[in-house]
């Protein structure tokens, strides 16, 4: 069976640097074809991708936010972390990390942790 | 960058047939992609590679795509299939993924 969970602060200052874990099972990061993105959706509005990592560790960042966002892996124990600096009020949202199969679709998603910043 | 356009609600009557658009340029030549989210949950794939269905989706779904629009097709609509629709894609011409605004599903 194949789950991802996210975990990290539910809440957060303006200007302050986010950090979320995506812990996953039932896969490995190190699969070819295989790889693990991050997906935020604003409170009632619609998805936004964020960044990708493959298996061979290479990365793909959304260009609006690519000068704040780092995304990192820890194929040993099944994680990935996303960091994103200068966190504003717009950025409140959920965050979601899911599955990405050749780089195409998100085949599995996690749960979602809630963000909230505060000015 | 690519933009995905979706109606933001579509309403349809239990046992009718819903059908949801995405229209993008030329979007026939790319593979779209489609989730389901229900009110607190994540999203679940119902569509990938326009036609596919992931195992556990009823056949009551289906995807078709050409031209400029993509349609995610619901057909004997159920209570239980009202929800958020989201399409995506991969923008070759950039590398990024896109989704579309998403529609909101009711049933009557």
């Known amino acids: 069976q194949i789950t991802l969970k996210e975990s990290g602060p539910t809440l957060v200052k303006s200007t302050q640097t986010l950090t979320l874990t995506c812990t996953f099972s039932?896969?490995?990061?190190?699969?070819?074809?295989?790889?693990v993105a991050w997906i935020r959706q604003p409170p009632g509005k619609a998805l936004e991708w964020l960044a990708l990592i493959y298996w061979d560790d290479s990365k793909l960042y959304s260009p609006s936010l690519k000068s704040r966002l780092t995304f990192t892996r820890d194929t040993s124990k099944n994680e990935v972390v996303l960091t994103m600096t200068n966190m504003d009020p717009v950025d409140t949202a959920t965050y979601y990390c899911?599955?990405?199969?050749?780089?195409?679709?998100?085949?599995?998603w996690g749960q979602g942790t809630l963000v909230s910043v505060s000015s | 960058s690519y933009v995905l356009t979706q109606p933001p609600s579509v309403s349809v009557a239990p046992a009718k047939t819903a059908r949801i658009t995405c229209g993008g340029d030329?979007?026939?030549?790319?593979?779209v992609h489609w989730y389901r989210q229900k009110p607190g949950q994540a999203p679940v794939l119902v569509i990938y590679?326009?036609?596919e269905r992931p195992s556990g989706i009823p056949e009551r779904f289906s995807g078709s795509n050409s031209g400029t629009t993509a349609t995610l097709t619901i057909s004997s609509v159920e209570a239980g299939d009202e929800a958020d629709y989201y399409c995506?894609?991969?923008?070759?011409?950039?590398?990024?993924?896109?989704f579309g605004g998403g529609t909101k599903l009711t049933v009557l």
């Open positions: 590679y326009d036609t």
């Open positions: 995506q894609v991969w923008d070759r011409s950039d590398n990024h993924r896109v």
């Open positions: 899911a599955r990405i199969i050749a780089g195409v679709y998100f085949d599995t």
């Open positions: 030329n979007i026939g030549s790319k593979s």
């Open positions: 039932g896969f490995s990061l190190t699969s070819t074809g295989v790889g």
